[in-house]
């Protein structure tokens, strides 16, 4: 079979992109060689591919659940807000600049080729390839220019499946409202309908789904429950920063900044019975935690600036000046220093003064690291020492260089870097992708350490199961805790059992049969009941 299936949502969070990394385990489970693709995606929680190209991690956890490795063709565009009105704009794995949203739409269908050249790359190579839109295809305003949704599904000539959020209400208005607003042309591409996140008993919603078909003339293939898995969910909507945490022997405080990124960085801690994770955005919040992460920012300034103004720097400096443990990574890292420097105006020209944590100054330029990596943590001070020489893989991303300016511990070092072994270019994706370069043997290092502060660039440090182990025994031994029977999931391993779960729900709630009779019959498939 070829082919390929679009879902599209009737709003932002409606669960298009659960869904397709659901019809992608499914698909991957019947034998099929299935990959998303998603050809614009707004994120700030991003990835590294093992060229070095960065895309969102949505189509990342698509690509696990289809049981393949990711690549930049999956998601050629990345737009990475960087405050309400602009965002640092990726092609084909690699930043060309920052763009106010009028300026990006002016240019959005001179993208168009690079969004065909990644699809026909995967076309090629995949039986079956499931399409995530954007939003919702209704936005009336946008649909000229349309590249993301019913735009995209008519270049490629995609069949739709429209998909409602029950659960915020108005389920049965979403649909027909949306499916009234599109062009006859459009209809006539949505195939099925699915109600999304419905808690409670089917049999009462029987009688709506009969008039919603009668209303759209489209047939209902499922109603999906509404579920608690541990999938990767696009970053500025989900319920993991609201989630409340059971009460754990280990209390963990998580700085909710305002432009977070990467929080996925954290959710191999939050699998762990022993610790409670809570996400804070006030001082009112902190409460008395054993440890605090300040993660990752795409705007690094102003959230210290946020931080500045609403008093957490000034609680998270009162902690660690009582010995408590604090873990910057990437842009909380670059916060914990001295100063950040911005000399060109990256994010916010001028120098501003950091927390005061560590004696590290950063400074920023126009080029973004991006590469993944493998190495070990170094000799480690304070409570965390025994992750000495604890190996881990991750990746880093991000703007700027940070140096210490006193002869602090630095946190890790490298024993492998993944190399881009062409130069950025139009075709850059299409040569390196599959194509990977490593250097093995050399010598970098990377973050700083000073008594219980500790910080680095690296993303992805505590997926090894040896790190988050070695993280939490340390912080349950200071507080007097036998840490013998501490056991850690394999966080690979706990990833795949969650789609094979989320893979059982699709086939529980989904008319399977009729969406493959509409993936090997694309529009020709009869869209009426």
Known sequence: MTGSIMIQGTMSNAGKSVLAGGLCRVLRQDGYKVA??????????SFITREGFEMGRAQVMQAEAAGIEP??????????????????????????????????????????????????RLARKYDVIVIEGAGSP??????????????????????????????????????????????EKERQRIKGMIINKFRGDVSILKPGLTMLEERANIPVLGVVPY??????????????????????????????????????????????????????????????????IVPGSKNTIEDLLWMRQNGLEARIQKFASGNGVVFGICGGYQMMGAQISDPEGVERKGTVRGMGLLPVRTVFGPEKRRTRVRGRFLQMSGILKELTGVEFEGY???????RSEENVGLLVEFLEESMTEIQDSDQAADKAEGKRGS???????????????????????FDAPECAKGFLSAILKAKGYDTDQIQVRNWKSYK????DKLADIIRESLDMERIYQIIEKGNDTPCSL
């Open 36 to 45: 998303p693709f998603k050809s614009q995606n707004m994120a700030l929680n």
């Open 71 to 120: 690549a930049v063709s999956m998601n050629p565009i990345l737009l990475k807000p960087t405050n309400d009105t602009g965002s640092q704009v990726i092609i084909n794995g690699s930043p060309v600049g920052v763009m106010s949203a009028s300026e990006y739409y002016r240019h959005k269908k001179d993208y168009i080729p690079y969004i065909l050249d990644a699809y026909r």
């Open 138 to 183: 209704a936005e009336i305003n946008l649909k000229q220019d349309d590249i993301v949704n019913m735009g995209l599904a008519e270049l490629v000539d995609a069949p739709v499946l429209l998909a409602g959020d029950i659960d915020r209400g108005g389920v049965f208005a979403q649909l027909v409202g949306t499916i009234t607003l599109l062009e």
């Open 227 to 292: 579920f608690h898995l541990d999938i990767d969910e696009e970053d500025s909507l989900t319920e993991r920063f609201r989630k409340k945490s059971a009460a754990g022997l280990a209390d963990v405080a998580v700085i909710c900044l305002p432009r977070i990124s990467n929080f996925t960085d954290v959710a191999p801690l939050e699998t762990m019975d022993e610790i409670s994770v809570r996400y804070i955005t006030s001082p009112d919040e902190f409460g008395t935690p054993d440890a605090v």
């Open 396 to 402: 880093e991303i991000h703007m700027g260089e940070s």
């Open 439 to 461: 250097r093995m043997g050399y010598s970098r290092v990377d973050g700083a350490q000073k008594g219980n502060i500790y910080g680095c660039y690296i993303h992805g440090i």
């Open 496 to 499: 795949e059992e969650q789609y």
